[in-house]
């Protein structure tokens, strides 16, 4: 898949949590977007001496074909106060353009995968490569019978990413389940599914394996722990698939 350079237009945006925003493009050049889902794309642009800098976001579409023109292509984008790529976004007026390139990065669900459940965990906007994956989750759980639980840890409710998305894919489908994991405060009236703490901390829960696949997508200090849990559990290195989420000002 060739690494592309293009035109990014601002169509609409949302905020999904008081400091993340859900940003919606179509490419300013009117080519497709053909990407795997759980890649991610870079963002380029100037700090204010003239420097070139550039970010990188997974992308969050939903899809399970190569995009076509005019089609959206979706990310989420943490604030970080007094951050130049926060000022880049906010400033950023519908039809307004950026520059991208990619896609990049091989944080995707394996075509050879044999495994009888996948572990998807993450935290922040880590769970945007999920969001992306759902169309292939479907199949497989209609192709291949597979299981899949989402550990998704965030502070407060409010925090919570496409949760509605999440749990009304999980209601659809009984091999999916969505287990939130709050580590401040809990929804006034909680899914049976919803933890109080972090996400490291229920992995014992689901009794990890070596016939699981994990991905790991986030904080740092989250993976790291994932990793040497799923590790303990008897995983192999290569059944654990990481990615890790530093915020850039």
Do not use: W
């Not at 999904?16 to 300013?28: E, I, K, M, W």
């Not at 204010?48 to 005019?70: M, N, Q, V």
């Not at 580590?183 to 703490?197: C, F, I, K, T």
């Amino acid at each position: 898949m060739a690494i592309q350079h293009f035109p990014l237009k601002l169509v609409s945006r949302r905020m999904l949590a008081p400091t993340v925003g859900h940003y919606t493009f179509v490419r300013g050049d009117g080519a497709p977007l053909d990407f795997i889902p759980g890649q991610f794309i870079q963002v380029h642009f100037h700090y204010a001496d003239g420097t070139a800098t550039k970010r990188s976001y997974s992308l969050a579409t939903i899809h399970d074909h190569a995009l076509s023109p005019g089609e959206a292509v979706e990310i989420a984008v943490s604030y970080v106060p007094g951050g130049a790529a926060t000022a880049l976004f906010e400033g950023l007026e519908d039809g307004g353009q950026i520059d991208a390139s990619g896609p990049f990065g091989r944080f995707c669900l394996m075509p050879a995968d044999a495994n009888r459940r996948y572990l998807l965990i993450g935290t922040g906007t880590g769970v945007t490569p999920y969001r992306a994956m759902l169309p292939q989750i479907e199949k497989l759980i209609a192709e291949r019978g597979i299981e899949v639980v989402l550990l998704f840890g965030a502070r407060t409710p409010e925090e919570l990413l496409y949760g509605d998305e999440f749990r009304a894919f999980a209601d659809a489908h009984s091999a999916f389940r969505f287990v939130p994991c709050f580590s401040r405060e809990l929804p006034a009236d909680p899914h049976p599914d919803v933890r109080h703490g972090y996400v490291q901390q229920f992995l014992d829960e689901f009794s990890p394996s070596d016939s699981d696949i994990a991905y790991l997508c986030g904080n740092p200090n989250m993976v790291d722990a994932c990793f040497e849990s799923l590790k303990g559990h008897g995983l192999p290195v290569p059944q654990i698939r990481r990615e890790k989420y530093i915020s850039n000002k």
